[in-house]
C-alpha cells in the first residue's frame, strides 16, 4: 500500500469512522447578536444548518460529532476521538477555521472541507485534505464513492445547483437546542434578481430552488419532536421568488402544520416587491411569519440604477416597509453606502430613511465587491480593487477604491450607525415602528429567561447605560400605548444595545 492510500485507509475501512463536524467561531459582528443574546442566556443565534445536512448524507454507519465553536469548546478529547474532521463556514469565520484546521493538523486528523468559504477561496487553504465544494448535494457523494475506492481527490466542484427537495433531513439530534435563540431551516435557494454586488446568484442560481412541502414539514416535525417551540429562521436568499408555489403549497402546508403546534414562528428573507402582493403578506403571517429582512440598499435612485436593483426604483420604499409593518410583519432591512453615485449627502439621506420607516434592525455597510460578482469584475477591469473583502459586510471596511474621498465615506458611514444606534433615535424608531405594526394574536411565546432577560435590561439598559431616560419613556409609553407589543420593545431596545457594543 503507497504512503495516499495508507493515508486514506481509515476512511475506507468497513469499520465506524468517527466524523467531527466543527462550525469555527464567529467574531464579534452586527449579525453574532452576542450582546444581546446573553440578556436570554443563549449562546450562538443559530446551529450550522449547513454541517447538520452534510451530517445527514454521510454513511449512517459513520458517528457523528458537532462541536460549533460559538457554543462549545473544541477539546483536545474531541480531536482524539475523531477520526476525520469536517469543517463548514463563512469567510468571516476564517480566523477562527484556520486555528481549527491548525489544530487538526496538529493532532494528524484528515481534514474534509466545504461551505461558502471555502467555495469562494479554495486556494488559500493548502493544509486541507479534501475541499469538497458548492453543494454537497451534488460533491459528496462523488466525494464518498471515491473514497471508498480508495482514489479521494482534493478538490471537488460543480457548476451546477442541487435539486433540493433531494435534500436529506439535518440531524438536529446532533444540536443541543437549548444553546440557541433560533432554529434554522432553509425552504428555497436563489434568487430571480440580479444586483451587481450580490453573490447569491453566482452561488445558487438565478432559479428559485424549493423545498417540497412535505420535507419541510419532516423537518419542522423533527425539530418540534426534539422540543423546540421558538423562533425559527429560514435562510432563503428571497423565499418569495417563487410567489405561487408559496400561496398554493407551502404557506398553506405552514398554516396547516403550526394549527396544533405552540410557539414556533418564522423569519426570512424577502425581496421589497412583497409589498405589492397583500395576499401574500397575509398568508405568510398566518403561516407565523413574524420577521422579514429585505435589501433596501439605498433611497438614492442613480445608485439602485447603478447596482442593477430594478426593483426597488421608481418605488416609495418608506410606503412599502409601512405596508408590510401593517399587515403584521417587522422588517429588518440592509443598507449600503459608497456606490459610484453617492455623494455626501447620502448618509443624512439614509439616516432619515432609515428613522421614517421605522426599521429598527438596519444593517448598515459599505459597499464591497465580492469575488464572482459582477462588481467584482467590472472594479477589477477599472482597476478599483485593493486588500481582500473581510467577510463581514457591515463592518465599515471595503476593498473598494471609491469615487468618493475614502476619509469622506468612513467618517459618513460611521456617523449613520452612531446616529441611528443612538439610545435617542433608537429608541424613537421603535416607537415609529410600534406605532405602524400590526401585532399578530399569540405571537409572543415568553419563558423565564425572557422575563428574566427583561430584569437583565432593566439593570444594562435602565440603570448602567447612557440613554436610560429613553429606556423608560419608551417602556412607559409601551407599558399604556401599545401593551401587547411591551415584550417586543424590549427585544428590541435589547437589540440597540448589541449594535452600540458592537460598533465599538
Ligand atoms: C442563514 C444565513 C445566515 C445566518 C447564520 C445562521 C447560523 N447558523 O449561524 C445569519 C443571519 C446569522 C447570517 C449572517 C451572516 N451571513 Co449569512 N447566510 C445565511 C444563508 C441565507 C443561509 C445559510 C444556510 O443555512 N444555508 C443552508 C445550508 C444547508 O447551506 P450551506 O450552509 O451553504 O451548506 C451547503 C454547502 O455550502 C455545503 N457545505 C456547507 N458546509 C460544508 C462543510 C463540508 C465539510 C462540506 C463537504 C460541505 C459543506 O453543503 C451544504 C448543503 O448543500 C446564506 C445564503 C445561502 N443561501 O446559503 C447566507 C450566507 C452564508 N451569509 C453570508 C454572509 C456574508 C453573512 C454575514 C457576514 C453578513 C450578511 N451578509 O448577512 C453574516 C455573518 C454572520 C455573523 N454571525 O457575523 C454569505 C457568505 C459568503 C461567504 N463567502 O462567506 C452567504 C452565502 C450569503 C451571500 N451570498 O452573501 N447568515
Ligand atoms: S434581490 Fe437580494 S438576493 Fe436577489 S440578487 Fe438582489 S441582493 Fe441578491
Given at each position: 500500500?503507497?504512503?495516499?492510500?495508507?493515508?486514506?485507509?481509515?476512511?475506507?475501512?468497513?469499520?465506524?469512522?468517527?466524523?467531527?463536524?466543527?462550525?469555527?467561531?464567529?467574531?464579534?459582528?452586527?449579525?453574532?447578536?452576542?450582546?444581546?443574546?446573553?440578556?436570554?442566556?443563549?449562546?450562538?443565534f443559530a446551529p450550522?444548518l449547513?454541517?447538520l445536512?452534510?451530517?445527514?448524507?454521510?454513511?449512517?454507519?459513520?458517528?457523528?460529532?458537532?462541536?460549533?465553536?460559538?457554543?462549545?469548546?473544541?477539546?483536545?478529547?474531541?480531536?482524539?476521538?475523531?477520526?476525520?474532521?469536517?469543517?463548514?463556514?463563512?469567510?468571516?469565520?476564517?480566523?477562527?477555521?484556520?486555528?481549527?484546521?491548525?489544530?487538526?493538523?496538529?493532532?494528524?486528523?484528515?481534514?474534509?472541507?466545504?461551505?461558502?468559504?471555502?467555495?469562494?477561496?479554495?486556494?488559500?487553504?493548502?493544509?486541507?485534505?479534501?475541499?469538497?465544494?458548492?453543494?454537497?448535494?451534488?460533491?459528496?457523494?462523488?466525494?464518498?464513492?471515491?473514497?471508498?475506492?480508495?482514489?479521494?481527490?482534493?478538490?471537488?466542484?460543480?457548476?451546477?445547483?442541487?435539486?433540493?427537495?433531494?435534500?436529506?433531513?439535518p440531524?438536529w439530534?446532533?444540536v443541543?437546542m437549548r444553546r440557541y435563540a433560533s432554529m434554522i431551516i432553509q425552504?428555497?435557494?436563489?434568487?430571480?434578481?440580479?444586483?451587481?454586488?450580490?453573490?447569491?446568484?453566482?452561488?445558487?442560481?438565478?432559479?428559485?430552488?424549493?423545498?417540497?412541502?412535505?420535507?419541510?414539514?419532516?423537518e419542522l416535525?423533527g425539530m418540534y419532536?426534539q422540543g423546540w417551540r421558538g423562533p425559527v429562521f429560514s435562510g432563503?436568499?428571497?423565499?418569495?421568488?417563487?410567489?405561487?408555489?408559496?400561496?398554493?403549497?407551502?404557506?398553506?402546508?405552514?398554516?396547516?402544520?403550526?394549527?396544533?403546534?405552540?410557539g414556533v414562528q418564522f423569519a426570512?428573507?424577502?425581496?421589497?416587491?412583497?409589498?405589492?402582493?397583500?395576499?401574500?403578506?397575509?398568508?405568510?403571517?398566518?403561516?407565523?411569519?413574524?420577521?422579514?429582512?429585505?435589501?433596501?440598499?439605498?433611497?438614492?435612485?442613480?445608485?439602485?440604477?447603478?447596482?442593477?436593483?430594478?426593483?426597488?426604483?421608481?418605488?416609495?420604499?418608506?410606503?412599502?416597509?409601512?405596508?408590510?409593518?401593517?399587515?403584521?410583519?417587522?422588517?429588518?432591512?440592509?443598507?449600503?453606502?459608497?456606490?459610484?453615485?453617492?455623494?455626501?449627502?447620502?448618509?443624512?439621506?439614509?439616516?432619515?430613511?432609515?428613522?421614517?420607516?421605522?426599521?429598527?434592525?438596519?444593517?448598515?455597510?459599505?459597499?464591497?465587491?465580492?469575488?464572482?460578482?459582477?462588481?467584482?469584475?467590472?472594479?477589477?477591469?477599472?482597476?478599483?480593487?485593493?486588500?481582500?473583502?473581510?467577510?463581514?459586510?457591515?463592518?465599515?471596511?471595503?476593498?473598494?477604491?471609491?469615487?468618493?474621498?475614502?476619509?469622506?465615506?468612513?467618517?459618513?458611514?460611521?456617523?449613520?450607525?452612531?446616529?441611528?444606534?443612538?439610545?435617542?433615535?433608537?429608541?424613537?424608531?421603535?416607537?415609529?415602528?410600534?406605532?405602524?405594526?400590526?401585532?399578530?394574536?399569540?405571537?409572543?411565546?415568553?419563558?423565564?429567561?425572557?422575563?428574566?432577560?427583561?430584569?437583565?435590561?432593566?439593570?444594562?439598559?435602565?440603570?448602567?447605560?447612557?440613554?436610560?431616560?429613553?429606556?423608560?419613556?419608551?417602556?412607559?409609553?409601551?407599558?399604556?400605548?401599545?401593551?401587547?407589543?411591551?415584550?417586543?420593545?424590549?427585544?428590541?431596545?435589547?437589540?440597540?444595545?448589541?449594535?452600540?457594543?458592537?460598533?465599538?
Amino acid at each position: 500500500m503507497s504512503r495516499k492510500e495508507e493515508e486514506h485507509s481509515v476512511l475506507i475501512e468497513e469499520s465506524p469512522v468517527n466524523v467531527l463536524l466543527i462550525y469555527p467561531e464567529f467574531p464579534d459582528t452586527f449579525w453574532s447578536f452576542k450582546y444581546a443574546l446573553r440578556f436570554i442566556r443563549k449562546r450562538a443565534f443559530a446551529p450550522p444548518l449547513g454541517l447538520l445536512t452534510v451530517a445527514a448524507m454521510l454513511p449512517k454507519k459513520w458517528e457523528k460529532r458537532l462541536v460549533d465553536l460559538n457554543v462549545a469548546k473544541l477539546t483536545d478529547k474531541d480531536l482524539a476521538w475523531a477520526d476525520v474532521a469536517f469543517i463548514s463556514g463563512m469567510t468571516i469565520q476564517r480566523d477562527s477555521a484556520r486555528e481549527i484546521i491548525a489544530r487538526c493538523k496538529d493532532v494528524g486528523l484528515k481534514i474534509v472541507a466545504g461551505g461558502p468559504m471555502f467555495t469562494t477561496e479554495p486556494d488559500a487553504f493548502d493544509e486541507v485534505d479534501h475541499l469538497v465544494l458548492n453543494e454537497a448535494e451534488i460533491t459528496l457523494p462523488l466525494f464518498l464513492e471515491d473514497l471508498a475506492n480508495g482514489c479521494p481527490k482534493r478538490v471537488y466542484t460543480t457548476t451546477e445547483f442541487a435539486d433540493i427537495r433531494r435534500s436529506p433531513m439535518p440531524l438536529w439530534e446532533l444540536v443541543n437546542m437549548r444553546r440557541y435563540a433560533s432554529m434554522i431551516i432553509q425552504f428555497s435557494r436563489g434568487c430571480p434578481f440580479n444586483c451587481e454586488f450580490c453573490s447569491v446568484t453566482e452561488m445558487f442560481g438565478h432559479r428559485t430552488r424549493l423545498k417540497s412541502t412535505d420535507q419541510i414539514i419532516a423537518e419542522l416535525d423533527g425539530m418540534y419532536a426534539q422540543g423546540w417551540r421558538g423562533p425559527v429562521f429560514s435562510g432563503d436568499d428571497n423565499l418569495i421568488g417563487s410567489k405561487r408555489y408559496l400561496k398554493e403549497e407551502l404557506l398553506p402546508g405552514l398554516i396547516r402544520w403550526r394549527r396544533d403546534k405552540e410557539g414556533v414562528q418564522f423569519a426570512t428573507e424577502v425581496s421589497i416587491n412583497l409589498a405589492d402582493d397583500p395576499e401574500l403578506i397575509q398568508l405568510m403571517v398566518d403561516a407565523g411569519f413574524t420577521t422579514v429582512f429585505i435589501g433596501i440598499e439605498t433611497p438614492d435612485q442613480d445608485s439602485l440604477a447603478e447596482c442593477g436593483k430594478n426593483l426597488n426604483t421608481d418605488r416609495d420604499l418608506v410606503a412599502d416597509v409601512k405596508t408590510i409593518q401593517r399587515a403584521g410583519l417587522q422588517v429588518q432591512g440592509g443598507f449600503i453606502v459608497g456606490f459610484d453615485s453617492d455623494t455626501p449627502a447620502i448618509f443624512q439621506r439614509q439616516i432619515d430613511f432609515i428613522q421614517r420607516s421605522g426599521i429598527v434592525t438596519a444593517m448598515v455597510g459599505l459597499l464591497q465587491a465580492i469575488p464572482g460578482t459582477r462588481l467584482y469584475e467590472r472594479l477589477s477591469k477599472e482597476g478599483r480593487l485593493r486588500d481582500a473583502v473581510t467577510g463581514d459586510n457591515a463592518d465599515g471596511t471595503t476593498n473598494v477604491v471609491s469615487r468618493m474621498n475614502f476619509e469622506t465615506l468612513q467618517e459618513g458611514y460611521r456617523r449613520i450607525m452612531r446616529t441611528i444606534y443612538s439610545p435617542r433615535i433608537h429608541y424613537a424608531r421603535i416607537q415609529i415602528f410600534l406605532r405602524e405594526y400590526k401585532l399578530q394574536k399569540n405571537r409572543t411565546h415568553l419563558d423565564v429567561q425572557h422575563i428574566l432577560a427583561f430584569f437583565r435590561s432593566i439593570y444594562h439598559l435602565g440603570v448602567k447605560s447612557r440613554g436610560r431616560l429613553q429606556y423608560w419613556k419608551l417602556l412607559v409609553w409601551a407599558a399604556f400605548r401599545r401593551p401587547k407589543a411591551f415584550p417586543l420593545a424590549v427585544t428590541l431596545a435589547i437589540y440597540g444595545y448589541h449594535f452600540r457594543k458592537s460598533f465599538g
